[in-house]
């Protein structure tokens, strides 16, 4: 009777656990949740065509102005560096890497290929799926020490020390883009010329009632006139005026577009005051980008136009 009663209170316990105490049925084995397989990095190529010599880069196959004076590069993702080399046109390989990130997002040099106009430069972004800013500028200067290209062997990804950027910048531009998870399509930066130098040209004198015919350039730190593409100049509009006023008319220029191809512009100023003058023309430009680019450089003369461009003379003789 006692070995009954003690089989009967371990069946009652083996039926109270398989019930959860209360019942009710076995609950369902747990089955894991199945994660989604990370994506790929995405990879693309960036290019830039720099013209060589007095070519123009008013061309529909390079949709952006680059400087035929550019020897420096650098490469932005949103306000991190990426990427900074020298360019050296005449050797293989052209890019000497000064500093490359390592990390989700890198940036490989690959080479510039001379045509007859124009050399065309590529490097390679590796970074992650989703939206990216990427920024690239471009400096007249040999940035951190001349070394040639192969006679230092760097990895991209060794990081290096960022250099401290000297010189003017000849032109900027960044790229809003979503990168998609593997092979992306080629990518291009349009690029805005920088405007620092104004070059005059025609006579610099007239006689009362007379009209002279001023003929100007504008152009980036290495005096390589801004052409179209690239809508606009980055620190533009360029202004002229004349002071003092009284002595000649003319219309004050305020250019925001650069001309398609090479050579000057022009403006009519005629001589209105009978006891004639001297007058002063000056050419103006922006201090600093008008485009709040995502890298949040600090510009200051010492890298960028300080406003004036220049100025030039002209005197007209009274009646």
Not at 16 to 41: D, I, K, L, M, R
Not at 208 to 227: C, E, K, V, W
Not at 281 to 300: E, I, K, Q, R
Request: charged share 10%.
């Amino acid at each position: 009777m006692k070995r009954a009663r003690v089989a009967l209170l371990a069946l009652t316990l083996a039926a109270a656990g398989c019930g959860g105490g209360s019942g009710g049925t076995a609950s369902a084995p747990s089955v894991p949740v199945p994660t989604a397989a990370p994506a790929p990095p995405a990879t693309m190529s960036l290019s830039i065509t720099i013209p060589r010599g007095t070519a123009t880069s008013a061309s529909a196959r390079t949709p952006r102005y680059v400087s035929n004076g550019t020897m420096a590069l650098a490469v932005y993702d949103g306000a991190t560096l990426l990427y900074a080399g020298n360019i050296f046109l005449g050797t293989t390989p052209a890019f000497m890497t000064l500093y490359a990130k390592s990390g989700t997002t890198t940036v490989a040099p690959g080479d510039c290929v001379k045509g007859s106009l124009r050399s065309t430069c590529t490097l390679t972004v590796t970074t992650t799926a989703g939206p990216h800013t990427f920024g690239l500028t471009a400096y007249g200067e040999l940035q951190g020490g001349v070394v040639l290209p192969g006679s230092v062997k760097r990895k991209v990804s060794d990081t290096g020390t960022p250099p401290t950027f000297t010189g003017l910048i000849l032109s900027e531009g960044e790229l809003a883009m979503t990168a998609v998870g593997g092979a992306n399509p080629p990518q291009t930066i349009t690029l805005l010329g920088v405007a620092d130098i104004t070059q005059w040209f025609g006579p610099q004198t007239a006689s009362f009632n007379q009209t002279a015919t001023i003929g100007y350039i504008i152009q980036d730190a290495r005096s390589g006139q801004i052409l179209l593409p690239g809508d606009t100049y980055d620190n533009g509009p360029v202004t002229i005026t004349a002071s003092p006023t009284g002595i000649l008319t003319f219309t004050p220029v305020s250019q925001t577009t650069p001309p398609a191809t090479n050579g000057s512009q022009t403006f009519d100023v005629k001589c209105t005051s009978g006891s004639g003058g001297l007058v002063t023309f000056t050419a103006s430009a922006g201090t600093h980008p008008n485009t709040a680019y995502a890298s949040g450089l600090t510009y200051s003369s010492s890298n960028y136009s300080n406003g004036t461009l220049s100025t030039r003379t002209f005197r007209c003789f009274g009646s």
